[in-house]
């Protein structure tokens, strides 16, 4: 394992890629949206940092020192993440993990290192760091990753390296899928295309029960649709609804995703570049079936649009879900 087994980045890599043989800095902030991989590649960077003998690459894998990270033993590493079940990381903890911590010298590299999800930081926690950050020991490096920068005290900030990580494209999310999981190509192309160059997003559905069960459920209702009547709309149509409540959102997205793919499918059949490709003969004989333009299906995904954006600003569920839910079926009729 080096900086190459990381799939994409290739600007973080770049960036990062002069720390292990050079003199590295004291702080590096790697930012990026939750999933995108941060905790990975940070751990790459760590690793990189305490091998005995690393390459531009990062860290050789095979020294004592990197077996010792591999087992979790490195006595020169110290990870400070959040607790299970806890919102932010104990101030006690910066102080006694960090604080007091950074003065001993390292054991076996040439320096100490330190990762720290400052996701989990508030303001009282950040302080503390800061009063390390503000006069370091010569041999210490700090590794935080943060979603957003925003969210910490321009004084962390100024005194660190920043590397922006960015989405992944769908050819390196189905190489991440095809690393990490045993899906069908068909499968994997849909979680890649829907995780949107979030590959933790994609590796969390793929490897999720649940996530496939609600697409499936929710396509199969999407496609009923509209051989009901009203009453079964509103009977039938709803209780499905309101019995998934927890995971509305992800319904509302996996419908604008089938919208999604019969437009495409209207305006160019043959080459279209489907998220649900598994459901290509379906939407297909919707369209043919039931005559449908662009312009229904605008109407329908504007209603379902319509509808995420009620629910958020507390509309009431059972009207916003209702009027929905006929609005699609009316589109989706055979006119
Ligand atoms: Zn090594």
Not at 102 to 119: C, F, G, S, T
Request: net charge negative; glycine share 6%; proline share 3%.
């Amino acid at each position: 394992m080096a900086l190459s087994s990381v799939i994409g980045q290739i600007y973080a890599r770049k960036r990062l890629g002069t720390l292990f043989t050079g003199g590295p800095g004291h702080a590096y902030v790697l930012t990026g949206p939750s999933g995108i991989g941060k905790t990975m590649l940070a751990k790459e960077v760590c690793k990189g940092l305490l091998c005995s003998q690393p390459t531009e690459d990062g860290a050789c894998g095979h020294c004592s020192f990197c077996l010792y990270f591999d087992e979790g033993c490195h006595p020169d590493f110290r990870e400070l993440a959040l607790a299970s079940g806890e919102k932010t990381i104990r101030v006690a903890d910066v102080r006694s993990r960090i604080g007091a911590d950074v003065n001993i010298l390292p054991q076996l590299a040439r320096r100490k290192v330190y990762l720290i999800d400052a996701d989990g930081l508030n303001e009282e926690g950040q302080n503390a760091l800061l009063k390390t950050l503000e006069e370091p020991p010569p041999s210490v490096v700090f590794v935080l990753t943060v979603a957003d920068t925003g969210k910490l005290l321009k004084t962390i900030v100024s005194r660190a390296v920043v590397i922006h990580m960015s989405p992944n494209s769908e050819h390196e999310i189905l190489s991440i899928l095809q690393k990490n999981t045993h899906l069908e190509e068909e499968d994997a192309l849909f979680f890649a295309r829907y995780a949107n160059g979030i590959p933790g997003l994609a590796l969390e559905l793929a490897q999720s029960q649940w996530f496939s069960g609600l697409r499936e459920e929710t396509s199969d209702l999407f496609f009923l649709l509209p051989t009901y009547g009203k009453a079964e709309v509103l009977t039938t149509g709803y209780s499905y609804f309101d019995a998934n409540k927890d995971h509305i959102q992800q319904i509302l997205v996996i419908m604008q995703l089938i919208l999604r793919d019969m437009m495409l499918l209207i305006r160019s059949q043959e080459n279209a570049s489907l998220l649900n490709e598994d459901k290509r003969d379906k939407m297909v004989n919707i369209i043919l079936k039931n005559t449908l333009t662009s312009e229904r299906i605008e109407r329908a995904s504007k209603a379902a649009t319509h509808a995420a954006q009620a629910l958020s600003s507390n509309c009431s569920f059972e009207s916003t879900i209702c009027q929905m839910l006929l609005t699609i079926q009316k589109e989706l009729k055979d006119a």
